[in-house]
C-alpha cells in the first residue's frame, strides 16, 4: 500500500504528521509526505523534505489530503489544482479540515456530506458541498475529517479499509494512552466502523 499525505507550504503538523505515523505502523505499508516542491514547511515552521511529488499522486493505492493556511490559495491555483490527480475509483482519498476545499475544489464532493473544521466550513459551503457537525464521514472510497485531533479518524478508516479491522485496532491500540488503550480503541472504532459495513 502506497499512500501520499499531500501537505502544502502552511500545513498543519497534526493533520500530516499523525495520519504518516499511524499509517506507517501497518506491515508493508510506505506513507510519505507528497507535497509540490522539494521542501514543504509547516504553519509552526518545520521544515521537512518531501518523500514524493505531486506527479507521482495517480500511482498512490490512497491519499490524505492535509489542511494549511494556505489552503484557500491552493484552492484558487489552477495550475497547483490541475497537477492533482486523485482518482476515487480506485484510490483511498481522505481529506482533514480545509483539505476538503480541495476536494471540494476538484468536484469530489458534490453528492456527499463532508466533515470539516469551523474555520474552514464557510470555505467548503462555498464551494457547493454540504457540511454537517461531526468528526468524521466516509462515503465509498471518499472521507473527511473536521478538527486538528480527527487525524486518526482518518488513518483507522484507511487501515481498516486496507487491512482490516483488526489491524485498525491493533495501530490505534499501540499508540493510545497508557490506561485509556480499550477506550481509545472502541471509541475511534465507533466513528469509523459504520462507514466500513455501509
Not at 2 to 12: K, R
Not at 23 to 41: E, F, K, S, Y
Not at 93 to 111: M, N, P
Not at 133 to 141: D, Y
Amino acid at each position: 500500500m502506497q499512500i501520499a499525505i499531500l501537505s502544502f507550504d502552511g500545513f498543519n503538523e497534526l493533520d500530516s504528521f499523525v495520519a504518516l505515523s499511524l499509517l506507517n505502523r501497518v506491515p508493508g505499508w510506505h506513507a510519505m509526505i507528497c507535497a509540490p516542491d522539494a521542501t514543504v514547511t509547516s504553519m509552526n515552521g518545520v521544515m521537512i523534505s518531501a518523500g514524493m511529488r505531486l506527479d507521482t499522486l495517480p500511482d498512490m493505492d490512497a491519499v490524505i489530503v492535509g489542511s494549511g493556511v494556505r489552503t484557500r490559495q491552493i484552492a484558487a491555483d489552477e495550475a497547483v489544482m490541475a497537477r492533482l490527480r486523485l482518482d476515487p475509483l480506485r484510490q483511498l482519498i481522505g481529506a482533514q479540515c480545509s483539505g476538503a476545499l480541495l476536494l471540494a475544489t476538484l468536484g469530489l464532493l458534490e453528492t456527499v456530506p463532508v466533515c470539516t473544521d469551523a474555520t474552514s466550513r464557510p470555505w467548503v459551503e462555498a464551494a457547493g458541498v454540504r457540511v454537517i457537525e461531526a468528526p468524521f464521514h466516509a462515503s465509498a472510497n471518499i472521507a473527511t475529517a473536521g478538527g486538528c485531533m480527527a487525524a486518526h479518524y482518518l488513518a483507522a478508516w484507511m487501515i481498516a479499509r486496507g487491512a482490516g479491522e483488526a489491524q485498525a485496532r491493533t495501530v490505534i491500540d499501540y499508540v493510545a494512552p497508557v490506561g485509556e488503550k480499550e477506550a481509545t480503541v472502541e471509541r475511534i472504532m465507533s466513528v469509523v466502523s459504520p462507514f466500513l459495513r455501509a
